[in-house]
Structures are given as structure tokens and as C-alpha cells.
């Protein structure tokens, strides 16, 4: 079965503080990983997308990477505008469900982040 | 702003009625996801919709349905409301394998 597990469920940093969040899947076939950040009572916001080990991407102080079982975000230097809980995804290149473009996603990490 | 929006924001339904949310898409994008969020979970597939036609569907029962329409809005209809429907609902679109959403109907079932 095609599985997410985030963890920690929830990070509380001081601002300046690094940190790593984690994400472990299996999948019958990784289409693409994704990473959204979710505000409080809103719709996710993409991040990035992975499409195979060792592949990395990076956004202002986000940088997302991957291995064959697990992707991290790494946030370097977080600023309290950072918190929000941040969702990781998979889509399977297998038909699932008859369709390919659903997402399974984990049920995130929560980051606060302290001034 | 990813282009799509959905409507009503927020919803008060009682058990047993029925209820109606919409989305719409941007231009071009011919492919609709729904999704269910409870509180404190990631999003839980429903089913997905290209050029009008059901090509997947998650673990929900029938009396969750949609339609898509060729100006790129699409609808998600819910039977029967059961108290455990109480959640956040999404609509994504697709473009080049990349699912953008919008911001979702709260959706509250007394």
C-alpha cells in the first residue's frame, strides 16, 4: 500500500534555529514527490517538486531533498513568517485508483517558529 | 494566487441533507482533483475529473459525486451528510503534473 509518514508532528524552533523535517513514502513506482506549506484554515501552497534520488531544489530558506525512501526539507535560518505546517506528497506512476494524478499526502509538520 | 477558487468559504449543513461546493479552474487546466481534509490530517483523495469524465477515484462511497464543465468549473455534490463529513474540501488543478489549489470549503455537519 502506498504510504507517507511525516515526522516530527511538530517542530518548535527559535528564529535562526536550522532544522530538518522528514518524510518517508513507499510507493509502487514515485511519479514525483511534492512539498506544499499550508497556512491555518487555507488551501496548500506548492513548494517544489522531486522527481528522483539525489535530486535537490531550494527557495529562499527552504531546500528540499531526496533518496529513494525519504525526502527532507531543510530550513536554514527560519523567521516566525516560516510557520505554518508544512505537507509532503506522492504521486505514483501506477494507476491508482484508475487515475495517475492523485496525490497521497502525509499528515505534515507543524512548524512554529519563535522570534 | 493560484487561480483557482472555490466557493461557498465556509458551510453549515445538518446529518442527512445534501450539499453542493464548487471550484473553478484556470484556462487550459483540463484536470480537477477533490480532496478531504479533517482537521490535523493531510488531504485524502476523492476522485479526479478530465474533460469532463470520472478517471479515479479514492476510497469514498457514491453518494460523494462531482461533475466537470467545459469552461474549467467543476462541483462536488455529497448525499446524505453523514457528522464525519465535517471537513476542509479541496479542489486542485493540473497543469504538466503539478496540482495547484485553491482555498478550500468548510464544510461543518450538525
Known amino acids: 500500500e502506498d504510504q507517507v509518514t511525516q515526522s516530527p508532528e511538530a517542530l518548535r524552533l527559535q528564529e535562526g534555529e536550522s532544522s530538518s523535517l522528514n518524510c518517508s513514502y513507499t510507493?509502487?513506482?514515485?511519479?514525483?514527490l511534492f512539498w506544499y506549506r499550508q497556512d491555518p484554515g487555507k488551501g496548500p501552497e506548492f513548494l517544489f517538486t522531486?522527481?528522483?534520488a539525489g535530486e535537490e531544489k531550494e527557495k529562499e530558506r527552504l531546500k528540499a531533498t531526496l533518496t529513494k525512501k525519504e525526502s527532507f526539507l531543510h530550513i536554514t535560518a527560519p523567521k516566525p513568517e516560516d510557520s505554518a505546517t508544512y505537507l509532503c506528497?506522492?504521486?505514483?506512476?501506477?494507476?491508482?485508483?484508475?487515475?495517475?494524478?492523485?496525490?497521497?499526502f502525509g499528515k505534515g509538520t507543524k512548524l512554529s517558529v519563535k522570534p | 494566487e493560484t487561480g483557482v477558487t472555490q466557493s461557498p468559504t465556509h458551510l453549515i449543513k445538518t446529518r442527512g441533507q445534501q450539499v453542493t461546493l464548487r471550484c473553478s479552474s484556470q484556462?487550459?487546466?483540463?484536470?480537477v482533483s477533490w480532496y478531504q481534509q479533517a482537521l490535523g490530517q493531510g488531504p485524502q483523495f476523492i476522485f479526479q475529473?478530465?474533460?469532463?469524465?470520472?478517471?479515479g477515484r479514492g476510497n469514498f462511497p457514491p453518494r460523494f459525486s462531482g461533475l466537470q464543465f467545459p469552461n474549467y468549473s467543476s462541483e462536488l455534490n455529497v448525499n446524505a451528510l453523514e457528522l464525519d463529513d465535517s471537513a476542509l474540501y479541496l479542489c486542485a488543478s493540473s497543469l504538466r503534473g503539478r496540482q495547484f489549489f485553491g482555498p478550500g470549503t468548510r464544510l461543518t455537519v450538525l
Open positions: 506528497a506522492v504521486q505514483a506512476s501506477g494507476n491508482y485508483g484508475g487515475s495517475q494524478g492523485n496525490l497521497i
Open positions: 510507493v509502487s513506482g514515485l511519479r514525483g
Open positions: 475529473y478530465y474533460r469532463e469524465e470520472e478517471n
Open positions: 522531486l522527481y528522483s
Open positions: 484556462s487550459g487546466h483540463n484536470t
